[in-house]
């Protein structure tokens, strides 16, 4: 059963160095466009409309105007009159208090702030356009808008970072009261990025792996539950929606650049945005098998500190988790990297660390 959507806002007002994501950048007349686009596909696929968690991404969200932002928003009521989680992302340069009272008035509840640093000299150097200031006060307009669940974004091993430069960082984000959850990922170079064309080498393994451990030690000092291999979250603000991925629930994606998946078949929309304005119907489909789905499961749940429920494996694939990987469930059990703790099969800390490592095993 359909639980959550996707909504992928393809525009930018600038590119970051290091983003290789399906966007563009903000043109008021082509996203004027793209939100008709958005109209006729979201009638035409005629999805359920009791959706748990609704999540608007990009791109980014908050480069639309105030009255491109409500539009979108209405367009998506029907879907909205059920959710527990209603999130947007938004950058800290182009939020403002219309933008959030509009999201306010719709029923959004979350906010997830690309901050990546709170390092003018990094933020700069990955060519954001906002500062620590600026961070400060969006904070306080998320806040003043009534949204109180927000979520920020930082990266590590970014260009020059240093140990010290991160410690700070996670400090600042962490005494902060207003900040609920913390998502954090280290820098991947892409190769269509600004990044990857410069040739910008990423830091090594070994300064990436000390990086982690500190983060993995820091954030549960000040109250933030390492649950999720990349998220931090206070009690009660683990991410709604991103769970609904990690447990391999169905998902909607709508627009050009979104995903999904839904009865056994995952799609990915490509970045097209002209084919999806002129209503050119452009998926990639795949049909998942069941052992497709079986190790996706897998893959997806040994995510999460909680990890895997064994009796939902079971009820879903009709086969018994522990039998049919028995050896690769033995075989990270011995390495100290996986649990069976009743119903669950969990993953240890350094399971999550090395979590690559422990899917090996399941693909033999």
């Given at each position: 059963?359909?639980?959550?959507?996707?909504?992928?806002?393809?525009?930018?007002?600038?590119?970051?160095?290091?983003?290789?994501?399906?966007?563009?950048?903000?043109?008021p007349q082509l996203a004027d466009r793209w939100l008709t686009a958005i109209e006729r596909e979201l009638l035409k696929r005629q999805l359920p409309t009791a959706i748990s968690t609704l999540y608007i991404g990009g791109g980014t969200p908050?480069?639309?105007?105030?009255?491109?932002?409500?539009?979108?928003?209405?367009?998506?009521?029907?879907?909205?009159?059920?959710?527990?989680?209603?999130?947007?992302?938004?950058?800290?340069?182009?939020?403002?208090?219309?933008?959030?009272?509009?999201?306010?008035?719709?029923?959004?509840?979350?906010?997830?702030?690309?901050?990546?640093?709170?390092?003018?000299?990094?933020?700069?150097?990955?060519?954001?356009?906002?500062?620590?200031?600026?961070?400060?006060?969006?904070?306080?307009?998320?806040?003043?808008?009534?949204?109180?669940?927000?979520?920020?974004?930082?990266?590590?091993?970014?260009?020059?970072?240093?140990?010290?430069?991160?410690?700070?960082?996670?400090?600042?984000?962490?005494?902060?009261?207003?900040?609920?959850?913390?998502?954090?990922?280290?820098?991947?170079?892409?190769?269509?990025?600004?990044?990857?064309?410069?040739?910008?080498?990423?830091?090594?393994?070994?300064?990436?792996?000390?990086?982690?451990?500190?983060?993995?030690?820091?954030?549960?000092?000040?109250?933030?539950?390492?649950?999720?291999?990349?998220?931090?979250?206070?009690?009660?603000?683990?991410?709604?929606?991103?769970?609904?991925?990690?447990?391999?629930?169905?998902?909607?994606?709508?627009?050009?650049?979104?995903?999904?998946?839904?009865?056994?078949?995952?799609?990915?929309?490509?970045?097209?945005?002209?084919?999806?304005?002129?209503?050119?119907?452009?998926?990639?489909?795949?049909?998942?098998?069941?052992?497709?789905?079986?190790?996706?499961?897998?893959?997806?749940?040994?995510?999460?500190?909680?990890?895997?429920?064994?009796?939902?494996?079971?009820?879903?694939?009709?086969?018994?988790?522990?039998?049919?990987?028995?050896?690769?469930?033995?075989?990270?059990?011995?390495?100290?990297?996986?649990?069976?703790?009743?119903?669950?099969?969990?993953?240890?800390?350094?399971?999550?660390?090395?979590?690559?490592?422990?899917?090996?095993?399941?693909?033999?």
């Amino acid at each position: 059963m359909l639980k959550a959507m996707y909504v992928h806002v393809p525009f930018c007002d600038s590119i970051c160095a290091y983003c290789d994501f399906g966007r563009c950048k903000m043109q008021p007349q082509l996203a004027d466009r793209w939100l008709t686009a958005i109209e006729r596909e979201l009638l035409k696929r005629q999805l359920p409309t009791a959706i748990s968690t609704l999540y608007i991404g990009g791109g980014t969200p908050s480069a639309l105007s105030v009255k491109q932002l409500d539009t979108l928003l209405t367009l998506l009521d029907d879907y909205a009159q059920q959710t527990e989680e209603y999130s947007v992302e938004a950058n800290p340069e182009n939020l403002s208090l219309e933008k959030l009272a509009v999201m306010k008035a719709h029923g959004v509840n979350r906010i997830s702030l690309g901050v990546q640093s709170f390092n003018d000299q990094l933020i700069k150097r990955i060519e954001r356009h906002h500062d620590k200031k600026r961070i400060d006060q969006a904070l306080d307009q998320i806040h003043e808008a009534g949204i109180h669940n927000i979520s920020i974004d930082l990266m590590y091993g970014l260009p020059d970072q240093t140990i010290a430069m991160l410690m700070e960082d996670l400090n600042i984000a962490a005494n902060d009261q207003r900040i609920k959850h913390i998502s954090i990922y280290s820098l991947t170079i892409e190769e269509h990025s600004k990044f990857g064309r410069q040739k910008i080498v990423p830091c090594d393994n070994e300064l990436e792996g000390t990086m982690y451990e500190l983060i993995v030690k820091t954030l549960p000092e000040y109250g933030y539950q390492h649950y999720e291999i990349s998220n931090f979250a206070k009690p009660g603000y683990e991410s709604k929606h991103n769970q609904m991925y990690w447990r391999y629930e169905d998902y909607a994606g709508i627009g050009c650049g979104a995903s999904g998946k839904e009865n056994h078949i995952r799609y990915d929309r490509p970045f097209q945005l002209l084919n999806y304005l002129n209503d050119e119907e452009v998926f990639e489909r795949f049909e998942l098998s069941k052992s497709d789905e079986m190790f996706e499961f897998i893959m997806m749940g040994l995510r999460m500190k909680q990890g895997i429920s064994l009796s939902r494996f079971e009820a879903l694939f009709q086969c018994s988790l522990s039998d049919v990987y028995a050896s690769a469930i033995h075989q990270n059990i011995a390495r100290g990297w996986l649990l069976i703790e009743g119903d669950s099969l969990r993953p240890s800390e350094a399971g999550m660390t090395f979590l690559n490592d422990v899917l090996m095993a399941f693909m033999d």
